[in-house]
């Protein structure tokens, strides 16, 4: 406050300092459900409790269940965390913290779900012709049956005619089984394939071996 100078007062001047209550921060954090690996962004949105206006700026740390798994910057009442991480199938605690700030104190998120699906999956087996007495390689396709790419990882049964004949790893979505067909008939066989992963729907193909005596 300045105080102008008269005949009969000298100026004079008084500084005095404001200080603004700081406010409670809402913090909302979005849900998340996904697929096998994530890869994903978490997404958080910061209001001041008593105005409803969006918290300017501040560090954001991003928890799950209770453990940080990164930081990302507050902006303008959001803040964004793209996490790419491979998780077991599972439902997890999905929370966000903001530093106490100039004018909001320090502050808590609900507590979100990030829900790990498994992954639903297509298979396929190649149809074999083979002379008996030779060998044959059984061959199974395994995809991602929403994306359509090839599976990584994993494994597939094989069966013949309903016994169990051994499993097979999955690489490039692809299992490869040798068999020898020195005791099976001549004639179609039945071939069935059953795909395990840890991070996957199990699913089942079948196919066919044809066996021929040659003349």
Do not use: W
Request: proline share 2%.
């Amino acid at each position: 406050i300045i105080i102008g100078e008269s005949n009969r007062y000298n100026q004079a001047s008084t500084l005095y300092t404001i200080n603004t209550p700081k406010q409670d921060t809402i913090i909302t954090i979005e849900p998340v459900s996904t697929y096998g690996a994530v890869y994903t962004t978490f997404k958080a949105t910061f209001k001041t409790a008593h105005t409803g206006t969006n918290v300017l700026s501040g560090k954001v740390a991003f928890k799950l269940n209770g453990n940080t798994i990164g930081r990302a910057d507050l902006i303008n009442g959001k803040a964004n965390f793209i996490y790419n991480a491979t998780l077991p199938v599972s439902k997890y605690k999905l929370t966000a913290v903001v530093g106490e700030t100039q004018t909001t104190y320090k502050a808590t998120s609900n507590t979100a779900t990030l829900t790990i699906n498994p992954i639903e999956t297509k298979m396929s087996i190649t149809n074999k012709t083979v002379p008996k007495s030779e060998n044959v390689e059984l061959t199974a396709t395994v995809v991602n049956k929403k994306t359509g790419k090839y599976m990584t990882t994993g494994r597939i049964l094989f069966k013949l005619d309903g016994a169990t004949l051994g499993y097979a790893n999955v690489k490039n979505g692809k299992a490869y089984f040798k068999y020898t067909t020195r005791n099976l008939a001549e004639g179609s066989h039945s071939i069935v394939g059953i795909y395990e992963g840890s991070n996957a729907k199990m699913s089942e193909a079948s196919g066919k071996l044809s066996v021929n005596i040659l003349k």
